[in-house]
Nanobody
């Protein structure tokens, strides 16, 4: 059974930074691309970023390009999302999940943790 756990969210002022982490068990982490997603009560879950199984090229939604950086440590089964220059519109619950491929940022599998809340507000 795949188990996903996100952490690192919090309250931050506009322009601030946060780094999210995601640990995964129950699957061979190093074999899968991994994605970050976010959701608000008013919007469907959207893909934010994706990284291939072995790392390398990374993919971002236009709304976060240049501000967010995705990375992974396959030895630790851990995915990261470094977020800088945060904006109020980045406020959302953030989730990670395995992907089939990074060509499309939308979710591929239905493996979800509880998420971690990011709130950007002054």
């Amino acid at each position: 059974q795949v188990h996903v756990m996100e952490s690192g969210g919090g309250l931050v002022q506009p322009g601030g930074s946060l780094t999210l982490s995601c640990t995964v068990s129950g699957m061979t982490f190093e074999n899968y691309p991994m994605g970050w997603f976010r959701q608000t009560p008013a919007k469907e879950r959207e893909g934010v970023s994706c990284i291939p199984a072995a790392g390398g090229s990374t993919y971002y939604a236009d709304s976060v390009k240049g501000r967010f950086t995705i990375s992974r440590d396959n030895a630790k089964n851990t995915l990261y999302l470094q977020m800088t220059n945060l904006k109020p519109e980045d406020t959302a619950m953030y989730y990670c999940a395995p992907k089939k491929a990074c060509v499309i940022l939308a979710p591929d599998f239905n493996y979800w943790g509880r998420g971690t809340q990011v709130t950007v507000s002054s």
